[in-house]
C-alpha cells in the first residue's frame, strides 16, 4: 500500500527555537496533505489543510503564523512550528489522500517536546 | 458537543470475549465512515471502512445507521493483540480531512 513518511520521529528543543517537519509521501503524488496535532489522552484534531502550489487552510483556533506549512511538490509538505513552547509539545501527524479511493494514509508521526 | 462522540471506556475483557463499541456523529452532512486503531504513540491505522450495509472483516463487524447517525464495531473472540484505542472518524467529502472521536480504549486480559 501507499506510504508516508514523517522526519523527524522525535525531537527535543528549547523553549523559543522553530521545529521543521516533514511529511513525504513516497510512492504517490498528493496534492493535498493534512496535518494534525495529539495532545496526551485526546484524539487527533486537524490543525490545516496542506495545498500543493496554494496557502494552507488553517482549522479554527490555529494559529497559521505560529504553524507555517508549505507543500512546495507533490510529495513533500512541511510544517514549521515558529518559536516553539512547552504549550506545543504534542504528537504532529501528517496525512495524504490515497490515489485510489477514500482511504487516508498516515505518517508514522513526529513527538514534539519543548523544554 | 463534539462531532463525533465515543465512550472512551476503557473496556477490559478477557480473551474470547466479545465486545461492542458504539459512536455517534453530528453532521448529518458526513459521507464516509470508519473505524481506526491506534496503538499507544503510534499513528492511527485503518482497521475497515463501515457501510450502512454493514460489513464484516474476520472478526469485526461494522454497521453504520444513517438516521440516527450511529456506528458501531463489534469484536469477537478477542485476542490480547486486539488490545488498542479503537478510533471512530468521519470524512464530509469535499477535501478529505477526517474528524476522530476521542477514542475507545480495550484491553484485552488474559
Known amino acids: 500500500g501507499a506510504v508516508v513518511s514523517q522526519h523527524p520521529s522525535r525531537v527535543i528543543c528549547k523553549s523559543g527555537t522553530s521545529v521543521k517537519i516533514e511529511c513525504r509521501s513516497l510512492?504517490?503524488?498528493?496534492?493535498?496533505m493534512f496535518w494534525y496535532r495529539q495532545f496526551p489522552k485526546q484524539s487527533l484534531m486537524l490543525m490545516a489543510t496542506s495545498n500543493e502550489g496554494s496557502k494552507a487552510t488553517y482549522e479554527q483556533g490555529v494559529e497559521k503564523d505560529k504553524f507555517l506549512i508549505n507543500h512546495a511538490s507533490l510529495t513533500l509538505s512541511t510544517l514549521t512550528v515558529t518559536s516553539a513552547h512547552p504549550e506545543d509539545s504534542s504528537f504532529y501527524i501528517c496525512?495524504?489522500?490515497?490515489?485510489?479511493?477514500?482511504?487516508?494514509?498516515f505518517g508514522p508521526g513526529t513527538r514534539l517536546t519543548v523544554l | 458537543r463534539k462531532e463525533v462522540e465515543q465512550d472512551p471506556g476503557p473496556f477490559n475483557v478477557p480473551e474470547g470475549a466479545t465486545v461492542a463499541f458504539n459512536c455517534t456523529y453530528s453532521n448529518s452532512a458526513s459521507q464516509s465512515f470508519f473505524w481506526y486503531r491506534q496503538d499507544c504513540r503510534k499513528e492511527p491505522k485503518l482497521l475497515m471502512s463501515?457501510?450502512?450495509s454493514g460489513n464484516e472483516d474476520g472478526r469485526f463487524t461494522a454497521q453504520l445507521n444513517r438516521a440516527s447517525q450511529y456506528i458501531s464495531l463489534l469484536i469477537r473472540d478477542s485476542k490480547l493483540s486486539d488490545s488498542a484505542t479503537y478510533l471512530c472518524?468521519?470524512?464530509?467529502?469535499?477535501?478529505?480531512?477526517?474528524?476522530f472521536g476521542s477514542g475507545t480504549r480495550l484491553q484485552v486480559q488474559p
Open positions: 510512492d504517490f503524488q498528493a496534492t493535498t
Open positions: 463501515v457501510y450502512s
Open positions: 496525512s495524504a489522500p490515497g490515489p485510489l479511493g477514500n482511504e487516508q494514509f
Open positions: 472518524v468521519v470524512m464530509k467529502g469535499g477535501r478529505r480531512a477526517l474528524t
